[in-house]
């Protein structure tokens, strides 16, 4: 995983690589999620997965209790009562080459997509941009988007006009608030990332034409785990070693339903004293 996903290439202030576990113990079968969620945590534990590799760090911020009176605790003694190790990639994997960037891209047909993040170099760094390989509309693109990735009760939220035509893409799995200003820098006709914020999206439609779509977090980094779960074992393979590779299907986001509709919004018409 190190070699796929170099460490270097992390945030300073992530916490990635291996969380728990014996590094001496063998290791025949690999649960791949994007959180290390309870729910994920039971699921390894009913197919014997003997490591969980997650996108997302299970001790991101400073910990000072273990005990199972917390979720984190009670996560880190199930793993370790059951013989689980855990490994993360986080940062390093949304900035390396097919990385969790890339594997968005890829599943929305984009092509010849590099570094978004300015400052980038070659292969290395945060968010894609590249092209669709025939035009299409924003409501096309918008259907392509909702269709390839997995459903939540977030579902794909749009701004910009239904009809102007789509060619060149910017993408960033995660959270892709800050790369806005890149995308519209770049002429992207549409930026595709997730926790887009109120004030920022709105200043961003009034000094640029770039339209965005805002999906759920956990589904912008899911398609990631099939290409790390193929790349991994294949690595593996070279060097004699088969290990079975499973992607976990449990949905993490954490919004369960999602309403449409609402009052309508009216004037306050009030006559005069």
């Known amino acids: 995983m190190d070699h796929l996903y170099p460490p270097a290439l992390a945030e ?11 590094l001496q113990a063998p290791v025949s079968r690999i649960l791949f999620a994007v959180d290390p969620h309870p729910e994920v945590i039971e699921e390894a534990i009913s197919v014997s997965a003997d490591l969980i590799i997650t996108h997302h760090p299970l001790l991101l911020t400073p910990v000072h209790d273990v005990s199972t009176r917390t979720t984190t605790g009670r996560t880190v003694h199930r793993l370790i009562s059951h013989n689980i190790a855990l490994f993360t990639a986080h940062t390093n ?17 984009v092509s010849d997509a590099v570094p978004l993040s300015s400052g980038a170099t070659a292969e290395v760094g945060l968010g894609r941009i590249g092209r669709l390989e025939t035009p299409v509309s924003l409501a096309e693109f918008a259907d392509r988007v909702a269709a390839q990735l997995p459903l939540t009760a977030h579902g794909v939220r749009v701004a910009g006009d239904p009809v102007r ?21 770049q002429h992207a006709d549409v930026y595709v990332t997730a926790d887009l914020k109120h ?18 977090h956990w589904a912008s980094e899911w398609p990631w785990l099939a290409v790390v779960a193929q790349r991994l074992t294949t690595e593996l393979n070279t060097q004699g070693d088969t290990v079975e590779a499973l992607v976990s299907t449990i949905v993490t986001d954490p919004w369960t339903f999602h309403l449409s509709g609402g009052a309508e919004v009216k004037p306050d018409v009030r006559s005069s004293p």
């Open 12 to 22: 300073d202030w992530d916490a990635i690589g291996a969380v728990c576990g014996d």
């Open 93 to 109: 994997a949304d900035s390396a080459a097919e990385g969790v960037s890339d594997a968005l891209a890829r599943v929305l047909g």
């Open 165 to 185: 035509l789509v060619t060149t893409v910017a993408v960033c799995g995660g959270s892709g608030d800050s790369f806005l200003t890149d995308a519209a820098a």
């Open 199 to 216: 004030h920022r999206t709105l200043d961003h439609l009034s000094d640029s034409d770039t339209a965005v779509i805002d999906v759920a």
